[in-house]
């Protein structure tokens, strides 16, 4: 039983299996009939020996060689079995040939029952023919030495012991002598033996056509059966229409005949109608899956086992720039660098271990250009041979992604050490102002609030000068204190809103750089959020900021407006403006905050620039948005 839990059958190959021990068991049957001189069993009427010894030792050694070869670890045995079988058959065949006794006949048993002049003990021609085809076929299959011819020679061995079984179940005269006729044991054991031999090849072998799991298989398999089973029913009737007179041999040939090619006629039409059906079916198929490869975006390809294209999809040729004939010529190789190379070779290694693997490399096209792809490759069997599958995606728009996102992750990192340093100098410049002008203002008043109280009373104009001075001072503190928190936050922005703020910013800037500016709106009763108006006030300080700093420019225009339901920023100079390629590089710290603030509010940023040709900026913001910010906070301040 171990041997057969080792050994891989299927549904069929079982079959073949049983009936090999079937045959064993048969023709052990026979040989202790002779050992034990229970000859009844193997003879007719007492007097003639249909079936002998070393036949039963053939049969025997044949089932057990059928069963050997099937596992891989018992197949030299298996062979050895067959080979001795094939030896020995010949040797006895050569004995009717050269007519000479090569003492083998009765090497084990003595024959009593057949007259010496009869050969007692000698195996048929007939037998011996047998056996030495079905050793071969074992041989050659189990060797893989001529399997093609063993698989042919198999078929008319099967349907020579078929005919044999038919024709002594209808007790037909054959054309055998009388003494070498054959026993009902006989005949069953060749049938039982070429059908086994013929099963245990049934997926691989000649009948594999009809064994497969297709439908043109299940229908040729179907007709092959109603095919031979027609065939023993017309040859049945044609017997017993001779046996009993109702026909002659001639007409008992023509009507077989006629059965023939009635045979061959439907089951032709059945099988063409059908393979034809399945042939456009397959062509839609087919059809529908290159359509599907073709339209992939990405690289599809096959390669065989020496790493050649079997076939691959247009996408491929496109991106590679070479042509289909180019392509069926050349290997995965000719499209990476040497310096890609052996990372490819540990890649198609790691493959045949695991059976897929993925990996991110640069693909060189005709030109030389390379461009990065992400490629997906699995190991296949492919038309039985092992093949690899892959896809392959260009990743070259995300790896520009990935690249973008890097530069304005260290953009960001880079604005937030500048805004720190923005902050710390904003919180330098308050203290010092706080410091040199309200600490000496209120040092002063301090000073002169002791003197004050120090004077007699009689020292009226003293006292209305110190009172004058201190007063003056008071004015001058209050001067500072709004100055200082105007710097931090414009009054004008809450008090009169986006419009005149920047009107009054404007006016201011002109004042302290002598720079020309025209500012146009006419929203001055439009009411923002406080964060768009923030954002839009200080992208607007910023901008005028780097006017004077870097522009160079003798005329500003800036106007605030609506535009298809947008808020509208536009400052614009006519400076020396700079090419904007370059932002990426450069530490423009000021324009990332701008673009920051913009989009803290749902804004886009637009900057456009050019050597000479000035400089503007541009913010568009939804002006619904804003509104539904304001219409929140206002529900909020109703509940």
């Avoid at 063993?150 to 002598?177: C, D, H, Q, T």
């Avoid at 059908?195 to 691989?204: H, K, V």
């Avoid at 890609?340 to 695991?354: A, G, H, R, V």
């Avoid at 308050?430 to 109280?453: P, S, Y």
Wanted: proline fraction near 2%; charged fraction near 20%.
């Amino acid at each position: 039983m171990d041997f057969f839990a080792k050994t891989k059958f299927t549904k069929i190959t079982r079959i073949s299996a049983w009936l090999s021990v079937f045959a064993a068991v048969t023709a052990l049957l026979v040989i202790f009939s002779w050992l034990f001189n229970a000859l009844y069993l193997i003879t007719i009427t007492g007097d003639s020996t249909i079936i002998k010894l070393n036949a039963g030792l053939c049969f025997l050694a044949l089932a057990l060689s059928l069963l050997l070869v099937g596992n891989n670890k018992t197949k030299k045995t298996g062979i050895v079995l067959a080979v001795v079988v094939l030896l020995f058959n010949l040797l006895n065949l050569s004995q009717y040939i050269f007519t000479y006794s090569a003492g083998i006949d009765e090497a084990i048993v003595k024959d009593h029952f057949t007259a010496a002049t009869k050969n007692p003990g000698r195996m048929t021609v007939n037998a011996s023919v047998f056996f030495i085809f079905t050793s071969s076929i074992i041989v050659g299959i189990a060797s893989k030495i001529s399997v093609k011819i063993a698989e042919l020679i198999m078929i008319p061995v099967w349907v020579a012991s078929l005919i044999s079984l038919v024709g002594y179940f209808y007790i037909v005269n054959f054309p055998f002598e009388k003494e070498t006729q054959l026993s009902p044991i006989m005949v069953l054991l060749c049938f039982i033996l070429s059908s086994a031999i013929l099963f245990s090849r049934l997926e691989t072998g000649f009948l594999a056509p009809f064994s497969q799991s297709t439908e043109t298989a299940k229908l040729n398999a179907k007709l092959l059966i109603t095919g031979i089973l027609l065939t023993l029913l017309f040859s049945w009737l044609r017997l017993q229409g001779e046996l009993s007179g109702l026909l002659k041999h001639d007409a008992g040939i023509v009507l077989m005949g006629g059965a023939f090619l009635l045979i061959l006629l439907y089951s032709n039409r059945a099988s063409t109608a059908r393979l034809s059906s399945l042939e456009k079916n397959l062509k839609k198929e087919k059809a529908l899956s290159e359509q599907i490869i073709n339209s992939l975006p990405a690289v599809f390809f096959v390669t065989d086992k020496n790493n050649q294209f079997i076939r691959f999809n247009s996408y491929l040729i496109k991106a590679s720039g070479y042509t289909k004939e180019e392509l069926e010529k050349m290997t995965p190789y000719h499209f990476f660098t040497d310096d890609e190379k052996s990372k490819m070779d540990q890649y198609l290694k790691d493959i045949n271990e695991t059976g897929l693997m993925t990996i991110e490399a640069s693909l060189k096209d005709k030109e030389g250009l390379v461009e990065p792809f992400f490629f997906k490759t699995m190991a296949i069997e492919y038309d039985g041979q092992p093949c690899l599958i892959g896809t392959g995606i260009n990743i070259t728009e995300r790896k520009k992604a990935e690249q973008e996102i890097e530069l304005l992750n260290k953009q960001l990192r880079s604005l937030s050490k500048h805004l720190d340093h923005i902050r710390e100098e904003e919180r330098t410049s308050i203290a010092r102002e706080i410091h040199d002008e309200l600490g000496q203002q209120l040092t002063v008043f301090k000073i002169n609030l002791a003197w004050l109280k120090s004077l007699p009373k009689d020292e009226e104009t003293e006292r209305d000068n110190l009172t004058t001075e201190m007063l003056a001072l008071t004015e001058s503190m209050i001067h500072s204190i709004r100055r200082i928190a105007h710097d931090l936050r414009p009054p004008a922005l809450e008090d009169l809103g986006l419009a005149e703020a920047l009107r009054i910013y404007s006016d201011e800037f002109e004042l302290r750089c002598g720079v020309p500016i025209h500012f146009f709106t006419e929203l001055d009763m439009l009411e923002l959020s406080a964060e768009t108006s923030k954002a839009l006030y200080r992208i607007y300080q910023e901008s005028l900021t780097n006017v004077a700093r870097y522009a160079e420019a003798t005329q500003v225009e800036a106007s605030l407006d609506i535009d298809d339901d947008n808020i509208i920023l536009s400052i614009s100079d006519n400076g020396v403006g700079f090419d904007t390629a370059g932002l990426g590089t450069k530490k423009t710290l000021g324009i990332i905050g701008m673009r920051e603030r913009a989009v803290m509010v749902n804004g886009k940023f637009e900057l456009i620039s050019a050597p000479g040709k000035g400089t503007t900026v541009m913010v568009r913001i939804p002006l619904y948005q804003d509104m539904d910010v304001e219409k929140e906070s206002y529900d909020v301040q109703i509940a």
